[in-house]
């Protein structure tokens, strides 16, 4: 047992985690926790020897081991205690640069779950309620300010409901990224990182966030040097305002391939190399490409607005840097991909008419699949459903057959009165003859009889 943390580690093949965080065990995370930690320094003792992928695993095989389901009353409180101390490890742990963006991205979909199970919503809400307060109070944005933005943004939906929690961060971090002044490497790279967290934000539902596109297109621009013959001489071109000095921002054009992109470990450093800053100008060209990327899957009509700062600092480097660097090379071949999303956006434009274009269809998505079914209690419910429907039919068929005997009924009694009446009529009339008859027979004897005594 590992002292003060209640974990076991099995016995297994020792090797070195990606991270390089010393020997670790290949199968060091225990399968079932003994004991739920409950402050910071508890989960910390339990996950400081992990790599980022082990601490989620680890996370979340802490919430397994104390699942609602195995005792509501007892593991709920635990589990939001233990949802505590995660956001405490990952708030402490990115001020002391020890937990970082890949921690996040791990950790992140365990503490949703957490808070779900444990319904914790108002616990996560208010925590994250705060971060954005402290953020918009600030007057810069630090690496630890990144990673729990980037830690919000995982755990809430981007449309969160009412607003309250992405949205206010969105505003505040555009808000920092436009107005922040940037002369030490240290604060170009933390904005690469911020215009990020934008760009990821915005990119799920196709749009763009301006503040983005005009940091990244002032990043390109300042990066035009002097470093190669063909900038020093400068061939008459216009300076473009940048931030900062020009001398942070050199292409490195020697290079034979391609630094990559700019890494989260690199913000510490105080003074960087030419190799760093081609990192920062890559990063700068992958925000611009994610950006035009965006605009050409929704065919935004505002393309040449959107793209035209990022189409005029790619050009500027790509003319004033003619060394054949792998950075200007793909920032040549960046800007002719914008001239063309330009141009065959705004080809397919037409003047506005009525009845003319057929309305478009709507995307159509896949379904859903879950691993979760409810099939019993829906084919509880439909055995239901499917007796209640066959007591309908048979009572409509009872009604049916009522109505018509009714009918049958109906047209009997009236036959039968109908007879009735002309018996009676019948009668009647032999009757009203047979007094007649009488009649007439009265009327003769009495005229007979005064005849016979004279009696006219």
């Not at 008859?437 to 016979?452: E, G, P, S, V």
């Amino acid at each position: 047992d590992v002292v003060g943390t209640g974990m076991v580690v099995p016995a297994g093949k020792a090797g070195k985690d990606a991270a390089g965080h010393g020997e670790v065990l290949d199968d060091a995370v225990p399968f079932v926790y003994q004991s739920c930690p409950q402050s910071r320094a508890a989960l910390s003792a339990s996950l400081r020897r992990f790599s980022a992928a082990q601490k989620g695993l680890a996370l979340s095989r802490m919430a397994k081991s104390f699942a609602v389901s195995l005792d509501p009353g007892k593991n709920t409180e635990l589990l939001r205690g233990l949802l505590g101390a995660a956001l405490e490890f990952v708030e402490d742990g990115a001020a002391e640069s020890a937990v970082g963006i890949e921690d996040v991205l791990e950790m992140a979909p365990t503490m949703h779950k957490i808070g779900v199970d444990a319904q914790a919503a108002p616990q996560l809400i208010a925590w994250a309620r705060g971060i954005v307060e402290r953020l918009a109070a600030q007057s810069s944005i630090s690496t630890q300010d990144i990673v729990l933005s980037k830690l919000i943004l995982t755990i809430f939906p981007t449309s969160d409901f009412r607003h309250q929690i992405v949205t206010p961060l969105l505003a505040t971090l555009a808000s920092h990224l436009i107005t922040a002044e940037y002369h030490a490497f240290s604060d170009v790279a933390t904005g690469i990182f911020v215009a990020a967290l934008l760009a990821d934000a915005a990119a799920p539902v196709h749009r763009v966030c301006g503040e983005v596109v005009s940091f990244a297109s002032r990043v390109v621009a300042a990066s035009k040097g002097s470093c190669c013959a063909a900038a020093k001489r400068g061939k008459g071109h216009r300076e473009v305002s940048h931030f900062g000095s020009d001398a942070w921002a050199r292409v490195p054009c020697k290079a034979k391939k391609d630094a990559g992109m700019l890494r989260f470990a690199d913000v510490e450093k105080d003074e960087a190399t030419k190799k760093v800053w081609g990192r920062v100008l890559a990063s700068a060209l992958g925000l611009v490409g994610s950006i035009e990327e965006s605009v050409r899957e929704s065919e935004n009509a505002g393309a040449r607005a959107i793209l035209s700062p990022a189409l005029n600092s790619l050009r500027l480097l790509g003319e004033t840097h003619t060394c054949g660097s792998p950075l200007v090379k793909r920032a040549v071949a960046l800007a002719s991909s914008i001239a063309t999303t330009i141009s065959t956006i705004e080809s397919a434009r037409k003047p506005l008419s009525l009845y003319m274009r057929k309305p478009v269809a709507p995307k159509l998505l896949n379904p859903r699949l879950t691993t979760q079914s409810d099939f019993r209690r829906k084919a509880e419910l439909d055995d239901v459903r499917r007796l209640r429907n066959k007591v309908r039919k048979e009572q409509r068929g009872a009604a049916r057959e009522q109505r018509k005997d009714s009918s049958i009924i109906a047209k009997q009694k009236w036959a039968q009165e109908v007879s009735r009446n002309e018996a009676r009529a019948t009668k009647n009339k032999e009757d009203m003859q047979f007094l007649e008859n009488q009649q007439a027979t009265y009327k003769h004897q009495a005229q007979k009889k005064n005849r016979l005594i004279g009696k006219w």
